[in-house]
């Protein structure tokens, strides 16, 4: 475990505030299923986090992030400045439909250039000439523009870039990744930032972390074990502070500490599948859905519906406005002419997009159950879900931002995370052309401008 530090004036010593956009560098920490109501509780223990506000930029109310509210489509959103609508990315993962009748997949064994359908920021420094790094960042398998990184795979630390692995098994960090949790992971990423740092040096470094979000999901937040996984989260933060200052690199480098979405707590599931059962238009097998006409995807606080047959579209799409429409728990049925106003691609124009969305109000969540009794369980314990519409509040991300370009005690109300990536290329020089996002004037030194 590292020796987390508890003082916020670490973080404040450690990051400066003088470079030019040629030698600039940015270090981006995204901490999944930090929710931007943690920031200001008091119950919440993160002086690292706190500080580099106080020295830095922040917001009132967070971040807005995009639909759906879950962790690849919005870290892919925060390297290109474009909702889902234009990068493609809907799940965890990617959906495939597989013909009429039959049930839709998602795998997450895709590569970046299946996936992601814009550049990313990283393929926009390589044409630069710029030095990249990506530790866990969903989307970039296969990249050839990350000049290190851990990929999100099955083997993440065995597939590290060459000189990164033979690192992480130098210092034995492959064995502890393996055979750790949550946590000791995210830690082993700490410790391949501050090697990646020291000794590789590159424009941008993006960084997740990951144990809060797993704990939110088994215990709910505003629980002393999501308050106490945020603590440690923010001992990391103070840890890549920490490290970025030991590589020489403080007087030049700005700092994002953001998140992918908030969270919400859970006590009831939503089990659209097993109503579709009973209308005949699941067909199961050992909770498996085998034949499908209807079939609900879930992401936490919404369901993707998919109807699978042209034949019966429309017959079918009534049908699920009649199951669900004013349901317990469900807050809206939407349609696909619903979707451009949610930052989502509609399936004429991305195929695997789904047909409709189900979304869940607070305290209920979709379920993929398909032999549930009824239609809304209450469950025995509370746990945490996100995917949830990005207009919902709960959902807004962590924001923070400090050092090189970043004006001290700035504010805004609110950002959104399609500005992320615009600011982040400005700040090193280079210019983002597809983004929907802005560059955040208001929250850079006057040098940075």
Do not use: C
């Not at 814009?118 to 970039?140: E, H, I, N, Q, Y």
């Not at 740092?197 to 074990?225: C, F, M, W, Y």
């Not at 691609?345 to 695997?352: A, F, I, K, M, R």
Request: charge should be neutral.
């Amino acid at each position: 475990m590292f020796r987390f530090l508890s003082l916020a004036a670490t973080a404040l010593l450690a990051l400066g505030q003088t470079a030019s956009a040629a030698d600039r560098r940015v270090v981006v920490i995204t901490l999944d299923g930090f929710p931007a109501y943690y920031l200001d509780d008091p119950e919440v223990d993160i002086p690292v986090i706190r500080g580099l506000r106080d020295a830095g930029a922040s917001t009132e109310a967070g971040m807005r992030v995009s639909n759906p509210s879950v962790t690849w489509p919005n870290h892919t959103t925060l390297m290109t400045g474009v909702h889902p609508a234009k990068h493609g990315v809907i799940y965890n993962g990617m959906p495939e439909r597989h013909g009429v009748g039959e049930p839709v997949t998602v795998t997450r064994d895709k590569i970046q250039k299946e996936l992601v359908r814009v550049p990313l920021l990283f393929d926009v420094l390589k044409k630069a000439g710029m030095r990249s790094a990506a530790l866990d960042w969903p989307g970039t398998v296969g990249s050839t523009s990350l000049d290190d990184q851990i990929p999100v795979v099955a083997k993440r630390v065995e597939n590290a870039t060459p000189e990164l692995k033979a690192e992480l098994q130098r210092a034995g960090l492959i064995k502890k990744y393996n055979a750790g949790g949550g946590g000791e992971r995210d830690d082993v990423r700490v410790e391949a930032a501050r090697w990646i740092l020291k000794e590789r040096k590159p424009r941008l470094l993006a960084i997740h972390l990951a144990e809060l979000d797993s704990v939110h999901h088994q215990n709910g937040p505003n629980t002393p074990e999501g308050r106490e996984a945020a603590q440690r989260v923010d001992g990391r933060v103070g840890e890549v502070v920490k490290a970025i200052d030991e590589a020489g690199l403080r007087d030049e480098t700005a700092l994002f500490v953001i998140a992918d979405h908030g969270f919400i707590a859970v006590d009831k599931t939503i089990n659209p599948n097993a109503i579709l059962v009973k209308e005949g238009l699941i067909e199961a097998k050992d909770d498996k859905i085998v034949k499908a006409r209807v079939q609900v995807i879930p992401e936490g606080g919404i369901g993707m519906v998919y109807l699978t047959d042209p034949a019966t579209r429309d017959d079918d799409r009534a049908t699920v406005r009649r199951l669900f429409e004013n349901a317990e728990g469900v807050a809206a049925v939407l349609d696909a002419g619903d979707f451009p106003g949610l930052g989502l691609p509609t399936p004429e124009n991305q195929s695997n997009m789904a047909d409709m969305i189900i979304a869940a109000k607070e305290g209920y969540a979709v379920g993929a159950s398909v032999k549930a009794k009824k239609l809304v369980a209450k469950r025995k314990t509370q746990i945490g879900k996100h995917g949830y519409l990005s207009t919902e509040p709960k959902m807004n991300a962590l924001f923070v931002a400090a050092g090189a370009g970043i004006k001290p005690g700035s504010k805004l109300p609110i950002v959104e995370n399609i500005d992320i990536a615009p600011t982040v290329a400005h700040l090193l020089g280079v210019a983002l052309d597809q983004a929907d996002g802005r560059v955040l004037t208001e929250l850079l030194s006057d040098d940075a401008k």
